[in-house]
């Protein structure tokens, strides 16, 4: 299968790797969503195809700027932070066939975390699902059922209306979020408090990690 093939079939290649283009890595505090707060290794994939016009980190969208790291490097550093939670991000880490890595973290007695786009079909074993739809790439019809939490990223006062029609196709026990985009929090904030307060089966997300400026 080519790049361009892969690309358009949302769908992990079905083999197992032991190397993964990896942007960064690092420890810190989870800064959003249901785990907002929690000590958490934080593995950043490189290669994302979605192209969101805001993303923070553009940087990570071409996989081959990124060294190759094994699985077995990831996941000992992961071991050495002594936090239970692993979250792997991007990018888009869906691209990627995530199987060997979380059977490998999980052998380590890790949670496995996913933040995702959803474009694509997961693979791997995960205990948490974080589904953060974007208007710029269709979500895989699959992953709605799956996710433990919706994240809508508000940017503007349409996003209100476009995060209901996503929250509609979730199970009934997924946590639903609304976070404004950081660029636009003054202006979004405001209007999102009082839509939460209208439909409260909301809850408000902030990226707390960038008030104290940790990564």
């Known amino acids: 299968m080519t790049i361009s093939e892969f690309q358009m079939s949302n769908t992990p290649i079905d083999v197992k790797v032991d190397m993964l283009p990896v942007m960064e890595h690092f420890y810190t505090i989870q800064g959003e969503g249901h785990y907002q707060g929690y000590a958490a290794y934080f593995i950043r994939l490189g290669g994302c195809d979605v192209g969101c016009v805001w993303c923070d980190v553009k940087e990570s969208w071409d996989a081959s700027l990124h060294p190759q790291l094994s699985v077995d490097e990831i996941t000992s550093n992961v071991l050495a932070s002594n936090t239970e939670i692993a979250v792997i991000t991007g990018g888009e880490p869906a691209m990627h066939n ?18 995702t786009s959803g474009v694509y079909e997961l693979s791997g074993t995960w205990d948490w699902i974080c589904f953060s739809p974007k208007k710029f790439k269709q979500p895989h019809a699959s992953v709605y059922k799956q996710a ?16 209901e029609e996503h929250a509609s196709k979730t199970s009934t026990d997924c946590i639903l ?5 950081w660029s636009k929090e003054k202006e979004m904030l405001p209007l999102i408090i009082d839509y939460i307060k209208a439909n409260p089966k909301w809850k408000l997300s902030l ?5 104290m400026n940790i990564p």
């Open 98 to 115: 995530l199987s060997r890595l979380t059977e490998s973290l999980k052998a380590l007695g890790s949670r496995t975390h996913i933040e």
């Open 148 to 163: 433990n939490e919706l994240k809508v990223i508000i940017y503007n006062k349409s996003d209100f209306a476009w995060a």
């Open 177 to 181: 979020f609304l976070q404004p985009e």
């Open 207 to 211: 990226q707390i990690h960038k008030y």
